[in-house]
């Protein structure tokens, strides 16, 4: 929820301000990062519910941030 209601005010800050292809960009790479920032952690630990909840957050900010403009 955190990365969600974040994502929403950082769209909103963008808005107008920043294209929307950037904003995609920018969501993929928040994404993209994350998924670079998990790999460690499976190979590191074993996996636990923690480890999802952690990231949770900075996934769905990438979301929020490219969801008002994909089609």
Same mark, same amino acid.
């Given at each position: 929820? !955190?990365? !969600?209601?974040?994502?929403? +005010?950082? !769209? ?5 301000? *920043? @294209? &929307?292809?950037?904003?995609?960009? $920018? ?6 990062? *994350? %998924?670079?920032?998990? %790999? &460690? +952690? $499976?190979?590191?630990?074993? &996996? @636990?519910?923690?480890?999802?909840? %952690? +990231?949770?957050? &900075? ?5 929020? !941030?490219?969801?008002? *403009?994909?089609?």
């Amino acid at each position: 929820m !955190t990365g !969600t209601v974040a994502g929403a +005010l950082l !769209t909103g800050r963008m808005a107008g301000r *920043v @294209e &929307p292809l950037h904003r995609i960009r $920018d969501g993929f790479l928040v994404k993209g990062r *994350v %998924l670079i920032a998990n %790999l &460690p +952690l $499976d190979v590191l630990f074993v &996996p @636990e519910a923690w480890q999802a909840i %952690l +990231l949770v957050a &900075p996934c769905s900010l990438g979301w929020a !941030t490219m969801a008002p *403009v994909v089609p």
